[in-house]
C-alpha cells in the first residue's frame, strides 16, 4: 500500500479516477487548437511546467502532517 494511500485511508478518504462516464470525453485528451494533444508526459518536457510541479510538491512535502489513530469509543491519540 502506498504512503498516499494509507494518508487517505486515515481521514476516511479515497481516490477515484475520472473516466468517460465522469468526465466529458473532450477533456479527458481533447488536442489544443493547435491540432496536439497535450499529455503529462509533453507538458513535462516544458521547463515551466516542470519547475511548477517542482514548486507545488515542495511546498506541499513541506506541509505538516500529524496522524492520529482512533481509539475506544471515538477518541483519538495521537501518533
Known amino acids: 500500500?502506498?504512503?498516499t494511500d494509507r494518508i487517505l485511508d486515515a481521514f476516511g478518504l479515497?481516490?477515484?479516477a475520472l473516466d468517460a462516464s465522469?468526465?466529458?470525453a473532450d477533456l479527458l485528451?481533447?488536442?489544443t487548437l493547435a491540432g496536439v494533444s497535450v499529455t503529462p508526459e509533453t507538458a513535462l518536457s516544458v521547463p515551466a511546467v516542470?519547475?511548477?510541479v517542482a514548486l507545488i510538491s515542495?511546498?506541499?512535502g513541506a506541509l505538516p502532517l500529524a496522524l492520529?489513530?482512533?481509539e475506544?469509543?471515538?477518541g483519538w491519540a495521537r501518533k
Open 58 to 60: 515542495d511546498a506541499v
Open 72 to 74: 475506544g469509543q471515538g
Open 68 to 70: 492520529k489513530r482512533t
Open 1 to 3: 500500500m502506498r504512503i
Open 22 to 24: 465522469t468526465c466529458p
Open 29 to 31: 485528451a481533447a488536442p
Open 50 to 52: 516542470t519547475h511548477a
Open 14 to 16: 479515497q481516490t477515484k
